[in-house]
C-alpha cells in the first residue's frame, strides 16, 4: 500500500468516529445529595438495636448498593450523575429516587 491509500484510510476512519460521536446524545447531568442520603442511613441505623457489626453490614449493603443502582442508571439513563454540591443550579435531583431504590434493594436481600 502506498502512504496515500494509508492516509486516505485514516481519514475515512477519523470522519467515521466523528460522525458517531456527534450522533451520541449528551449525558443529562443529575445530582444526588450524598451528605444527606448517608446521614440518613446512618441516623436510621443508629436508632435501631442492632449491634456494632450488623450496623456496618447494613451500611455497607446500602453503600454497594448505591454504587450498583447509581452505575445502572447513569447506563440506562445516559445521566451523568454528581454530588449536589457540584452543581450550581439547575441539575435535576435524584436523591429521593435512589434512597427508594437502595431500600428496596436492601429488602430484597
Known amino acids: 500500500m502506498n502512504p496515500l491509500s494509508y492516509l486516505i484510510n485514516a481519514c475515512i476512519t477519523l470522519c467515521l468516529l466523528m460522525g458517531y ?7 443529562i447531568v443529575v445530582t444526588v445529595d450524598m451528605t444527606a442520603l448517608t446521614q440518613a442511613w446512618i441516623a436510621g ?29 447513569g447506563k440506562d439513563n445516559n445521566w451523568l450523575i ?10 435535576p435531583d435524584i436523591t ?6 437502595v431500600e428496596e434493594k ?3 436481600q
Open 45 to 73: 441505623l443508629a436508632q435501631s438495636t442492632y449491634s456494632e457489626g450488623e450496623t456496618q453490614e447494613r451500611l455497607s449493603q446500602r453503600v454497594n448498593a448505591l454504587e450498583n443502582i447509581m452505575t445502572s442508571l
Open 21 to 27: 460521536h456527534l450522533m451520541q446524545k449528551p449525558p
Open 82 to 91: 454528581l454530588a449536589k454540591p457540584s452543581v450550581l443550579q439547575g441539575a
Open 96 to 101: 429521593g429516587l435512589l434512597a427508594e431504590k
Open 106 to 108: 436492601v429488602h430484597e
